[in-house]
Nanobody
Framework: QVQLVQSGGGLVQAGGSLRLSCAGS????????MGWFRRTPGKEREFVAA????????YYADSVKGRFTSSRAGAENTVYLQMNSLKPEDTAIYYC?????????????????WGQGTQVTVSS
């Protein structure tokens, strides 16, 4: 079992930055790939980023590549999503997710555990 608790998010102007946090607990958290997804009204949840167990490898959606960075602090059992140069189209509810495994996963169906979601709103 893995429990994920998210924090961060909020309202920011276009061009600004925000950092999301996802604190994990449970026996397999330290052996899980961590992903970030987002959902906007009327759309399906979409992949944003993923980071491997040791934090050495990451993968990003084209829409956020070069602007978002996912990292993990093993000692803190926390994963971060640093979001820079935010655009109004980044407005969404953001979710962190976990799946046991040492690779990178980007399909929503691969993930087993989910955070509660946090709202990010970017004003123009």
């Amino acid at each position: 079992q893995v429990q994920l608790v998210q924090s961060g998010g909020g309202l920011v102007q276009a061009g600004g930055s925000l950092r999301l946090s996802c604190a994990g607990s449970g026996r397999t958290f330290g052996r899980s790939c961590m992903g970030w997804f987002r959902r906007t009204p009327g759309k399906e949840r979409e992949f944003v980023a993923a980071v491997t167990v040791n934090g050495a490898n990451t993968y990003y959606a084209d829409s956020v590549k070069g602007r978002f960075t996912s990292s993990r602090a093993g000692a803190e059992n926390t994963v971060y999503l640093q979001m820079n140069s935010l655009k109004p189209e980044d407005t969404a509810i953001y979710y962190c997710a976990a799946v046991a495994g040492f690779g990178l996963f980007w399909r929503e169906s691969d993930y087993t555990y989910w955070g509660q979601g946090t709202q990010v709103t970017v004003s123009s």
